[in-house]
């Protein structure tokens, strides 16, 4: 679907009266993701300037990625609305960096983006103009794709097991130090803080972001709540609480209910979503990371509790919501809003429901794949593979005081 220019003027419009979702986004991306990789003993420096120059470098190529897909007279028309798209889909790098953190080169990961920034667009187009699904927040197109696809490239960057050699999976830089730990809350409470504005940056009313932001907000609140209970009753000495919850977990709320934060699903219903990704993402941290890694599978951030398992929740839950929409409940211009393609297209709401499914599972077939095989490309000696010893520390790339 191609925009005009007044139809860039009128999605402006709607942006400027949506107070500080641009700058609220742009601080969740290089405060709040860049603090939160901190949490490594000896990697703070990378993570923290990695970060900042993946990010950078993601919004400008996004723009011309993204906008491919949207010329008007072959012309790209960069205006506030673009930007802040350009700035969520450098989120989606920045969650694949999070699973590759400290195990990929400085070369690998400027390949990794420039390649993911396209492919990622490129799903995104898939999901919002061929499937037309609903996804505000971006839980499917952003937070699943970027899980996933990080992990296709850990997959690919599987180091083998050498007789009479160290085990790969076991490193003495793989794990935080108190000050690190730190840090690493600094990012965790600046991206809570600012979840609600990135959930509805891209709402088109102010009922929309209305609902967005209250559901957003009780989401993670429930989320942290239940977070820090579960943290208490399962971690590894019980009844104390698990720093890496408390940073990580408490934020799946934001992420379960990205896509359907804009939608009628009630302030009980947000609060259900908030803890149904609390238990996903701490039972994830506590049993299902390990059981990865011991498979060799690496995820230095359990992005896949973060992002991947709490972005197929949402997922999975914008289909029960869609397939429940009606005129009754949103109004006609309200289901229009939330749906396009019903209004557009005249689809029935199963027909909208069954479209959220295959964005759904499209996204995790290319993610994926193209994971995958870009972490194969990756392992060519032009991209300067870490060895063991270099992995997890400043040093490889920082002169260090």
Not at 17 to 44: A, N, Q, R, S, W
Not at 117 to 135: E, H, P, Q, R
Request: hydrophobic share 50%.
């Amino acid at each position: 679907m191609l925009l005009t220019v007044e139809e860039f003027r009128a999605a402006e419009k709607i942006l400027a009266g949506l107070p500080g979702c641009y700058e609220d986004t742009h601080v969740m991306i290089f405060i709040g993701f860049g603090f939160l990789m901190t949490f490594l003993k000896k990697y703070c420096y990378s993570a923290l300037g990695f970060n900042w120059l993946l990010g950078a470098l993601v919004i400008q190529w996004a723009l011309l990625c993204q906008n491919f897909f949207h010329m008007t007279d072959g012309v790209i028309y960069i205006t506030k609305l673009t930007i802040i798209e350009a700035d969520i889909m450098a989120a989606t790098v920045l969650i694949t960096f999070g699973a590759l953190l400290g195990v990929a080169s400085g070369a690998q990961l400027l390949f990794i983006a420039v390649v993911e920034t396209a492919v990622g667009c490129a799903n995104i187009y898939l999901v919002s103009d061929v499937f037309k699904a609903a996804d505000v927040g971006g839980s499917i197109a952003i937070h699943t794709f970027g899980a996933y696809f990080g992990l296709g490239v850990s997959m690919a960057l599987k180091p083998k097991k050498v007789e009479g050699q160290p085990d790969p999976y076991q490193h003495e830089l793989n794990g935080p130090s108190y000050v690190s730990d730190v840090s690493a809350m600094i990012g965790s409470i600046f991206l809570w803080i600012y979840w609600p504005s990135f959930n509805s940056a891209l709402t088109q009313s102010d009922a929309e972001y209305q609902r967005a932001v209250v559901n957003t907000y009780l989401s993670l609140a429930a989320c942290t709540v239940v977070s820090f209970v579960l943290s208490s009753a399962v971690s590894h000495h019980h009844g104390k609480f698990d720093m890496v919850h408390v940073q990580n977990s408490t934020l799946a709320g934001g992420v379960a209910v990205g896509s359907v934060c804009n939608m009628h699903i009630g302030a009980g219903g947000a609060i259900a979503v908030g803890i149904g990704a609390a238990v996903i993402s701490v039972l994830g941290y506590r049993y299902l990371t390990p059981k990865l890694a011991s498979w060799g599978l690496l995820d230095t951030c359990g992005v896949n509790n973060l992002h991947g398992m709490p972005g197929i929740y949402s997922g999975l839950l914008s289909v029960l919501f869609a397939a429940m929409a009606t005129t009754e409940v949103y109004g006609s211009t309200g289901l229009g809003e939330v749906f396009g393609a019903i209004k557009e297209d005249e689809r029935t709401a199963s027909t909208q429901a069954l479209n959220q499914f295959i964005a759904l599972v499209a996204t995790l077939a290319i993610a994926i794949i193209g994971g995958v095989i870009t972490g194969f490309v990756s392992k060519l000696s032009l991209f300067s593979p870490l060895e063991n010893k270099e992995k997890y520390d400043d040093e490889v790339n920082w002169e260090l005081p």
